[in-house]
């Protein structure tokens, strides 16, 4: 019977830690466990966790050195009368910084107007031809948003071309700095500012906000410009933590009832509830930023801009519709993508396990989506991906990269730069151009530096897990609890969990290729809770006894709503049980995964390794039985350091 091949990772259960903020903070134990596992241990950060407001933040002005300047320059600017560009990107992130520095701007009284390079003609950022067009429409001042650290050349062309610039951007650091009047970048703020990790449209939120107030006309930009940032923030997929977890969690309050026409009609072409109290972050990340990435990937930028700063209904529903028809063509072409990919990576199945990487490039693919392709293919094959196409009559290849937890593609493609025209990124994702005539050599490079980072064992999707759970413990109190702690995103995970040895009583074939499921955990005749897992259907049927990873999710129907499960994770179960005679974890000792049960009725300890020895100690002797089976175990002296110190982190797991 085959099983999706993943590899799970449970944390470490901390029972004593949890003790403690069970009862500083009155929290259920398994919202206290996963608070613990996202690095939060104190009280105090606790409280903040749970409610950003309570920090007292840094006036960003003491935070970031150029804003000041900035500001004077923008000043200037608007009393001058001077042109004023906006050179933006072609994704989410940079289409709203766009948006929401021209509405400020605008409100100003600024003369000002925007560019966002062509993904297919002009590649990412600023240009030399950018900023000399710039320069000849008589422009005084550019901003750049969520580009421009790296555009050395360009920017050093407009400063001998005698305009001024504002570098806005969160991207890594170059070596060396462009020659820019301002830069504001979380990058060169101090490890521990809680503005360090902003995206793009962060950095703008801060310069319009500030530039504002400095005109003492913000009172009336307060909800758009925070509705700005909240979509581009979780469209971008930056870590939900410090001021964005702050503001989002105020943004996602306000924007159901959003003034802005684009929002409304955003959420009316795509089905959003008026009447849902709080907007969550999946409804922006997987059903308005889409639409609004979709425009960057395969339309026009510009649809996307006219959607977010137009105060005329009738216009932002048009646009709202036409980013509803490319959303949809982009769906189309991403899926036929993945079906080629697929099959490219089928009919060579051993190269990637080999190489640890996996390197998929084909000609008439559409460089704006093969980003998506490659982090389906990483999901569905657990392995770093660098996918590309072929350019300019086949001799020029551009592609996107996708890493793993044990893998940085920024790192990755820093190795192999001596043969790359252009490459970019960060930990989890890049971009990258080079002569087709190199192919063969990148793929060897990548290849060394994967085996550098990456064991045979790392090669499977990875499920990270917060806490075993039982059934009955998946109650509507604690979705609400859970629910308290989104926004979920990088840095913040939606919490996971897993049973162990569940009774599959039911399962059919649902929508396109999902699996619905009725289970139970201690019956098995009647259904307790039911379940989707999504795309699984090859899977079908699944085995009637498993071990299930999953999320809780809240199903509203005719008015009522219910707790389900979204299975991520399924495997046949390690320790097959027929009683709940056994209490069973698993934990992590000295980087490696292992397993613990204790039976009542036997009085035994047993923890089991990754590779199916199983140690079993009796309370009260001093040798216990170490093999595989009883058959083939020998006796062991559980009171050696390497097993006496395993057994007490057992003990403290299963909480003997």
Not at 224 to 253: M, Q
Not at 283 to 298: K, M, S, Y
Not at 351 to 380: M, N, P, T, Y
């Amino acid at each position: 019977m085959k099983l999706p091949d993943q590899r799970w990772q449970v944390a470490i259960p901390n029972p004593e830690q949890v003790r403690q903020l069970i009862k500083t903070t009155g929290l259920p134990p398994l919202i206290a466990q996963v608070i613990i596992n996202r690095g939060i241990e104190t009280p105090d950060a606790t409280a903040i966790y749970l409610n950003p407001e309570a920090q007292t933040l840094p006036l960003p002005l003491e935070e970031f050195p150029d804003l000041e300047i900035s500001v004077k320059l923008l000043k200037n600017a608007i009393a001058t009368k001077k042109k004023i560009a906006i050179c933006g990107d072609y994704d989410a992130d940079g289409m709203t910084s766009t948006a929401l520095l021209l509405r400020v701007l605008t409100h100003l009284g600024a003369d000002v107007y925007y560019k966002i390079p062509s993904r297919m003609k002009d590649g990412y950022g600023i240009n030399e031809r950018i900023v000399e067009a710039f320069a000849h429409e008589g422009v005084g001042l550019i901003i750049t948003v969520d580009n421009g650290i790296t555009a050395y050349e360009p920017i050093e062309q407009a400063v001998k071309l005698g305009l001024s610039v504002i570098i806005t951007d969160h991207h890594n650091l170059p070596k060396k700095l462009p020659p820019a009047d301002a830069i504001l970048n979380p990058k060169l703020l101090r490890e521990t500012s809680p503005y360090r990790g902003l995206a793009g449209v962060g950095v703008a939120y801060i310069l319009a906000v500030t530039i504002a107030e400095d005109f003492r006309l913000l009172k009336d930009l307060v909800d758009p410009l925070l509705e700005l940032f909240t979509l581009g923030t979780i469209a971008d997929l930056v870590p939900l933590i410090g001021v964005n977890r702050r503001w989002l969690k105020r943004g996602l309050r306000k924007l159901p009832q959003s003034k802005l026409a684009g929002v409304q009609a955003l959420m009316q072409v795509t089905g959003i509830s008026e009447e849902q109290k709080q907007l969550k972050p999946d409804d922006i990340g997987f059903r308005l930023g889409p639409r609004i990435n979709a425009v960057g990937r395969i339309g026009e930028p510009q649809i996307a801009i006219e959607l977010l700063t137009t105060d005329d209904y009738k216009i932002a529903l048009e646009r709202a519709m036409q980013c509803e028809q490319i959303n949809s063509e982009r769906k189309a072409i991403c899926e036929q993508i993945e079906l080629e990919a697929i099959h490219l990576v089928e009919n060579t199945p051993i190269l990637w396990k080999r190489d640890r990487i996996l390197v998929v490039i084909k000609s008439q693919w559409h460089h704006g989506v093969i980003g998506i392709v490659a982090s389906r293919l990483v999901e569905r094959y657990g392995v770093p991906v660098f996918i590309g196409t072929y350019e300019e009559n086949s001799s020029k290849i551009r592609g996107s990269a996708r890493g793993i937890k044990e893998f940085n593609v920024v790192e990755g493609l820093d190795f192999c730069q001596d043969i790359l025209e252009k490459y970019g990124g960060h930990k989890a994702a890049g971009g990258f151009s080079l002569s087709a005539s190199k192919l063969e050599t990148f793929k060897q490079k990548l290849s060394f530096f994967a085996h550098q980072c990456l064991l045979t064992k790392h090669l499977k999707p990875l499920v990270m897990i917060d806490a075993q759970a039982n059934l009955k413990e998946l109650t509507s109190n604690l979705y609400q609890s859970i629910d308290q702690l989104q926004p979920w995103g990088i840095g913040n995970p939606t919490p996971i969990f897993w049973t162990p040895n569940i009774y599959i009583i039911e399962q059919k074939i649902v929508g396109k290729n999902h699996i619905k499921l009725g289970i139970s955990q201690n019956n098995y005749n009647q259904v307790e809770m039911e379940a989707i897992v999504w795309r699984w259907g090859k899977y079908f049927p699944l085995p009637k006894r498993v071990d299930i990873a999953y999320k809780l999710t809240e199903n509203y129907w005719n008015g009522n709503s219910k707790i389900e499960l979204e299975v991520v994770g399924i495997r046949l179960p390690l320790f097959p049980l027929s009683t709940s005679d056994f209490k069973l974890e698993i934990f992590q000792y000295q980087g490696r995964n292992y397993q613990c049960s204790f039976s009542k009725n036997e009085k035994e300890l047993r923890i089991r390794n990754d590779k199916g020895k199983v140690l079993a100690v009796k309370r009260g002797q001093q040798q216990g039985l170490l093999g595989t089976t009883r058959e083939n175990s020998q006796k062991v002296d559980i009171t050696q350091p390497r097993y006496f110190n395993l057994i007490k982190t057992a003990m403290e797991v299963l909480n003997l």
